[in-house]
């Protein structure tokens, strides 16, 4: 297998989950947010645990056995989540960059919240690996020493960190400090990291749907329960632990270390850092994407747009106008995504408008509305003029398609009319009535599957749109209508879309058979 | 518009009950528990090999001045500022620290370590470990820390018996002017 196999693989993947389980209760859609509720897991747990560490070398070890010696008891179930959840945390970080980088969203407007999260990786690193030497058994000791050792074989410290780790007497409460600065600072210092890497991106999740968030605390919770973490011994420097029950999500650097070399993993883990660091920049045949226009004359300063923008890349202003209150849209072209779902939410997008040009109150000029409008026209016109009328003709369907989503299959019928969007978002709902009116028999809007979006909130603003939940919405009498459908399907799952199509004729020819 | 009656669903639910959902639920979690449940513990790992111990070099050590204080000439004297016209000239940078191990009477370390700081007139430090077979074994450590003598200032030769896993720990006690093992 390529590796320009993996991202298709990953997309078969989700499909496959989202098919099983739902898109809500897939996990791999919702890593992100995931990872959030491991650290929030981890946030509360290590303040129970804190409150009974003794923070001295000499007294740590017994204060956290302690917690494991009465079984299940509350210290020791969240000393034992405490750890699962931060392998959980690891693991789930780590899906959720490979994720990102599999569908290529490190890019453009996407490079402030890659790079932002890719600076956390030190951090959770430091964070985790710290944890397991405030707990001073067996463990602990070797990672502290491996860490110092590791720390040391960078020329400019001078070598001597792991001289504190020579003998039980090196181990200092002073020392024993900086561990709990490490372990409680560091943490810290990720909460601000966290909110930063959210900055921007409107409505970021940082709370998984519900049945995800209790399915992944109760698996947790069992895990907990049946598997209760165990110290090993407490630390004694006289002697290495002849077999050690390591945790191979967060200390597997040890290992390598003392298999490979210190020069090897800083190579490994710096050249790692900087490439995911310069990967935003690297130049690539992907084009900017065009971003979104105002036209100052056709904006009222509604904020529908300010609202619904997923990348937070409009801002309200002082209209030229000068008006009293008057508020413009303004787009700053750095974090515009060019998904055009400001279109579809704008007042001033609807087709009925009698101008000849239809301009409103943001267009992307790459596909602005006013051509939309004129292929719609124009192809419901031509659909009239060469269709048969004869009786199993029963009009045109005009399938309205997300370019990031499914297609129809290459055979679909003379009966569909596609018009792809750049994302179903861009879709102004009045669209739908307007082809309705105009000769259209029936409506299919394929938005991509809900948090599969590419632009992350199209689908579900689309679908609010529709349902009559969010402004601009569909007016009430097409709501239920069933000659209009609104279809979830990813890129490669056309047959969702051939399927609606299907059952969309079956409708239509049932209406007319009894109309008959 | 056309009005056609209604048949099938709309789009297809973002949540999916039913048993297929639930047993695609239990599987999902329960290979995530296992992922966890395991890779947190297992496999087990031995950082040394069953009959090893391990010695531990470390030594932080400040050499001998790499010359001795000079008197400067009225000349000298004549050139500096008034507030710096010191009489003696010390020099700041210091001796290299030179260490060798042998054990069992062969070599298994020879280092040496440049004194730190700009003006190179911190300690040095080496580091080492070296994984050994545990039992009875003879040391003979030196280490020089004066540029300007040619054999080692200090040694020591000892023999231990190590116990597997055992740390040894050769190091230098800087206030009594001796190289010791623990
Ligand atoms: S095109 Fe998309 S990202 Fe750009 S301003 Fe409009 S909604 Fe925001
Ligand atoms: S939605 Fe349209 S009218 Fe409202 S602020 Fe945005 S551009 Fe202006």
């Known amino acids: 297998m390529s590796l320009a196999a993996a991202p298709k693989l990953w997309r078969r993947l989700e499909q496959l989950l989202d098919r099983a389980l739902g898109a809500r209760a897939n996990p791999i859609r919702h890593l992100g947010a995931l990872a959030f509720l491991a650290f929030w897991l981890l946030a509360l747990s290590g303040l129970w645990l804190y409150a009974v560490l003794d923070t001295s070398a000499s007294g740590a070890y017994a204060s956290i056995e302690a917690l494991s010696r009465v079984p299940w008891s509350i210290g020791g179930v969240l000393r034992s989540m405490h750890r699962y959840g931060a392998d959980a945390f690891v693991m789930l970080t780590a899906l959720h960059l490979l994720r990102e980088l599999l569908h290529g969203r490190f890019r453009h407007f996407r490079r402030f919240s890659w790079l932002t999260g890719s600076a956390l990786l030190p951090i959770i690193a430091v964070s985790a690996v710290g944890g397991f030497w405030l707990n001073w058994d067996r463990l602990g000791q070797f990672s502290a020493t491996a860490t110092a050792e590791w720390l040391d074989a960078l020329p400019l410290l001078g070598s001597t960190l792991a001289r504190n780790f020579l003998t039980t007497a090196n181990v200092s409460d002073r020392l024993f400090s900086l561990f709990v600065f490490v372990h409680v600072g560091m943490p810290l210092l990720l909460v601000f990291g966290l909110w930063f890497h959210i900055q921007r991106i409107t409505r970021a999740e940082v709370f998984p749907p519900r049945p995800l968030a209790v399915g992944f605390l109760a698996t947790l919770l069992a895990l907990a329960l049946a598997l209760p973490i165990q110290s090993q011994g407490p630390a004694q420097l006289a002697s290495i632990p002849p077999s050690l029950a390591i945790d191979w999500f967060i200390l597997f650097a040890h290992p390598l270390m003392y298999a490979t070399s210190a020069g090897l993993v800083w190579a490994i883990a710096m050249v790692g850092f900087l490439a995911l660091l310069l990967l935003p920049f690297v130049p690539t045949r992907i084009a900017r994407p065009t971003v979104a226009v105002v036209d100052p004359d056709n904006c009222s300063g509604c904020q529908r747009c300010f609202v619904d923008c997923p990348y937070a890349a409009i801002t309200m202003a002082a209209h030229p106008s000068k008006r009293a209150g008057h508020q413009i849209a303004v787009v700053d072209v750095d974090l515009c995504a060019g998904c055009g779902i400001c279109v579809g939410a704008c007042p001033s997008s609807t087709p009925f408008r009698h101008i000849e040009e239809l301009v409103t109150g943001i267009d992307m000029p790459q596909q602005a509305l006013t051509t939309l409008r004129s292929a719609l026209r124009q192809r419901l016109q031509q659909h009239a003029q060469s269709s048969p009328h004869d009786a199993a003709d029963t009009g045109p369907i005009v399938l309205f398609r997300c370019s990031q989503g499914a297609d129809a299959s290459a055979e679909t019928a003379g009966d569909v009319i596609t018009l792809p969007l750049i994302c179903t978002g861009q879709l102004p709902p009045s669209f739908i009535d307007y082809a309705l009116r105009d000769g259209a028999a029936a409506v299919v809007v394929a938005t991509c599957r809900l948090s599969g979006c590419t632009y992350r909130l199209g689908a579900q603003w689309t679908s609010e749109r529709l349902s009559g939940a969010r402004e601009p919405h569909l007016r009430a009498a097409y709501r239920d209508a069933p000659n209009v459908m609104l279809i979830e399907a990813d890129a490669g799952e056309n047959r969702e879309i051939d399927m609606g199509l299907t059952t969309m004729r079956a409708r239509l020819t049932q209406f007319k058979a009894t109309s008959v | ?182």
């Open chain 2, 1 to 182: 518009m056309v009005e056609v009656p209604s048949t099938a669903p709309r789009a297809a639910p973002a949540t999916r009950r039913g048993p297929a959902a639930w047993v695609g639920q239990i599987i999902l979690y329960g290979l995530f528990a296992l992922t966890i449940g395991v890779f947190s513990h297992w496999p087990p790992y031995h950082h040394l090999s069953g009959d090893e111990a391990l010695v531990k070099l470390s030594i932080v050590h400040a050499g001998k001045p790499v010359s001795d204080c000079r008197q400067r000439t009225p000349e000298e004297l004549a050139k500096l500022p008034p507030n710096m016209r010191a009489a003696t000239n010390c020099p700041r940078e210091r001796s290299p620290l030179v260490v060798e191990l042998d054990i069992d009477g062969k070599p298994a370390a020879r280092m040496s370590a440049p004194p730190s700081g700009l003006s190179r007139d911190g300690a040095s430090a080496v580091y080492r470990r070296l994984p050994v077979a545990a039992g009875e074994r003879e040391f003979a450590v030196r280490m020089r820390d004066n540029a300007r003598s040619a054999g080692f200032d200090y040694t020591l030769e000892r023999r231990v018996t190590l116990k597997p896993a055992q740390v040894l720990v050769i190091d230098f006690d800087p206030h009594r002017g001796t190289l010791t093992l623990q």
